[in-house]
């Protein structure tokens, strides 16, 4: 059995892959003062829960926050008795090695998304991100991340929204009936939901251009399914890309021993 982490700035993510599809996942907040001790009675514990009598001895580690992964390493080799894969490590390899710019160091749940999106969608790919950050990749013809775009999280905005001006509250992010708010909370969710629509649209057309080719644009995240709705703007929904593209990388790195 395949256990597969996915650290985010915001959440943790624990699946259990038993070759064929995930039959189990867990998810925590992030923080890099957890233990080792404190991930194995918190995973352990859901699993006796659940009635799960599983055998993991394999692990493989996504995480954006660098400071989790020394933890998560000895939680591998002293709980399953297994030296982890660490996307983004020199051990791990991938798919297809990206294209940036010399010594750049891409973020492993790029790294990740470009190769789940390629294994289910082919090349030429624009995959949303709809995290802490929203994230743009370009994956190549050949699945390799070409780069992207970095912009606020829909939450982020929000909460800056709320932090910055005192005489905002805050508010949970929605769909509106309509674009002009008649209440601040109407506006609010307004400016935020239609700002991302014009965001993702804007950004995407102009990769596109850059790129001079027909690019399908896959969403992914939280917060995907509620601009999943703006159905001219996304070719497919994928909520579990980033699991997904873990497995791809594991079994290529088995493959390739």
């Not at 006796?48 to 996504?62: A, G, K, L, P, T």
Request: proline share 4%; hydrophobic share 40%.
């Amino acid at each position: 059995m395949l256990l597969a982490i996915d650290c985010g700035n915001t959440n943790t993510v624990f699946s259990i892959w038993d070759g064929e599809q995930f039959i189990a996942t867990w998810r925590q907040s992030t923080e890099w003062q957890r233990t080792a001790d404190q991930y194995y009675v918190w995973l352990s514990t859901l699993m006796r829960f659940q009635n799960m009598e599983v055998h993991i001895d394999e692990i493989i580690i996504s995480s954006t926050v660098p400071r989790v992964v020394f933890n998560l390493r000895v939680f591998a080799d002293r709980y399953y008795n297994c030296r982890p894969l660490v996307v983004g490590k020199p051990d791990c390899l991938l798919p297809a090695d990206p294209r940036v710019d010399e010594g750049t160091q891409v973020g492993p749940d790029r790294l990740v998304n470009a190769a789940g999106a390629y294994d289910r969608h082919g090349g030429d790919l624009i995959v949303v991100d709809f995290g802490t950050a929203t994230t743009f990749d370009v994956v190549a013809h050949d699945g390799a991340y070409v780069g992207g775009v970095i912009a606020p999280g829909v939450n982020l905005s929000l909460e800056a929204l709320h932090n910055a001006a005192a005489a905002l509250p805050h508010v949970d992010i929605s769909k509106p009936q309509k674009v002009i708010g008649t209440n601040t909370v109407e506006c609010m969710q307004s400016g935020v939901f239609w700002g991302y629509i014009g965001l993702v649209r804007e950004i995407c057309a102009r990769i596109k251009a850059e790129r001079g080719a027909e690019m399908q644009v896959i969403s992914t995240g939280g917060l995907a399914p509620l601009f999943q709705q703006s159905a001219t703007l996304f070719d497919a929904f994928e909520d579990d890309l980033t699991m997904h593209g873990l497995t791809v990388i594991h079994q290529y790195n088995k493959d390739n021993a």
